[in-house]
C-alpha cells in the first residue's frame, strides 16, 4: 500500500460497502516516525469510534520518507478477525480504502478520505488493479539507467583519470586504449540512457505525474540533457597542444561531473516513487556503490600524488627502436610494480560497479 501525508493508511475487507463487520490491516506511522502494521476489526454498531485492535503484523516491506508511507504484506487466504472467519477464497470481498492522522499510541483518528469497491472481488480470478510487481517497462527503464550511471559511466571516469599513461604502445583503432574505452563506454551511456528515456516518456504517456512531488522525472531529465550535450561539446575539442585546450577540459570534466551526480541522486529518489514499490535497502546498495567510488579514486589520487614525487627517481628512458618505428620503453622495478598496481584498482574497480549494477538490477526487477 502507497499514501501520501503522516499518518495511516488502511485497507479493509467487507461484505458490503459500509463500515462495520471488516477485518482492516493497517500501516501506521508512529510517533517515533517508524512504520508498524496492525490487524484491527470495524466496531458495530458505531464504526466511527474506530477500530478495535487485534494485533500487530508483520510487514515484508515499509518506508516513511518525505511523507510518503509505504507498507507491504501478506495474508493467509483464511484468517479470523475478531472471532469472525475471512476466506478469500470461497468469499467475494469489497475493498475499503481509508487514510487519516495517527492519534496517540499509534491509534487511528476519523479517517480524512475513504473508498470503496463499487464490486466485491474474487480474489481468486480477478485482478485488482494493485500491482504484484513492478511494470516492465519501468524495470527495464530502471535496469537500463543502473546500467548507465552507476556501471559505464564510472569505469569511463575512472579510465580517463587514471590510466592515459598505462599501455603506452598499444592502440585500439587507432587511438589509444584509455580513450578507445573511454569513448566507447560513454557512447553505450548514450544509447541506454536515451532508450530509458524514451521508453519511460512512451509509458507514462508524457510527463510524469510525480513532479513536482518527487523530482525524480525533472532531475532524470536534466541528467539526460547533460548527457547529450557531452558528445556535441566533443565535436569542437581543439588538438591537445592548443591554448584553449585548457577550457574545454574543465567544461567536459564539469558538466561530465554534474552529470554523474544528478543521476545517481536521481536513482535515489526512485525509491520515493508512487508508481513502483522499491525496498529502502535499494538506498543502502545505493550508498555502498557511492563509498566504493569515493574510497577508489582517493586510493588511486594518493597513488597518482605519490608516483609524481618519485617522477625524477622512476624516470622511463626511451629508446628508438628501428625495426618498426615504435619506441621501446625501459621500465625500472618501481615503474613495473605501478603498472601492476594500477591493474589491479582496474580490475577491482570494474568488478564493483558490475557486482553493485547486478545488485540494484535484482532489486528492481525483483520488486
Known sequence: MVASGNGYIAVGFSSDVFMGNDSVHECVIGSDDLVYGYQSYNIVPNPRKGNERIGPIDLSASSNINGLLKCQFSLKPQFTAKGVPFDLIANNY?????????????????????????????????????????????????????????????????????????????????????????????????????????????????????WPANPHPLLGTITTALMWLQPIIALFRCDPGASKRPIFNWVHFLIGMTAVILGIITLFYAVTLQSINLPQYFWWILIAHVAFFVVMFLVMEFFTCLSSKKSDKNAIHMQDFPSNGFNAMTLSVEDYQGARFKQVMLILFVAGVIAFSAALIAVIVTS
Open 94 to 210: 469489497h475493498l475499503l480504502l481509508a487514510l487519516g492522522a495517527t492519534g496517540s499510541d499509534n491509534s487511528l483518528t476519523k479517517h480524512s478520505q475513504e473508498g470503496a469497491s463499487a464490486n466485491a472481488f474474487n480474489f481468486t480470478s480477478i485482478e485488482l488493479g494493485v500491482s504484484t510487481g513492478i511494470n516492465v517497462a519501468i524495470a527495464i527503464h530502471g535496469s537500463l539507467m543502473v546500467i548507465s550511471w552507476v556501471g559505464t559511466v564510472s569505469v569511463a571516469i575512472f579510465l580517463a583519470r587514471y590510466y592515459k599513461q598505462m599501455w603506452p604502445e598499444t592502440t585500439h583503432c587507432k587511438v589509444k586504449v584509455w580513450f578507445a574505452w573511454h569513448r566507447f563506454l560513454n557512447m553505450v551511456t548514450v544509447v541506454l540512457t536515451s532508450a530509458a528515456f524514451i521508453l519511460i516518456f512512451i509509458h507514462v504517456g508524457g510527463w510524469s505525474s510525480e
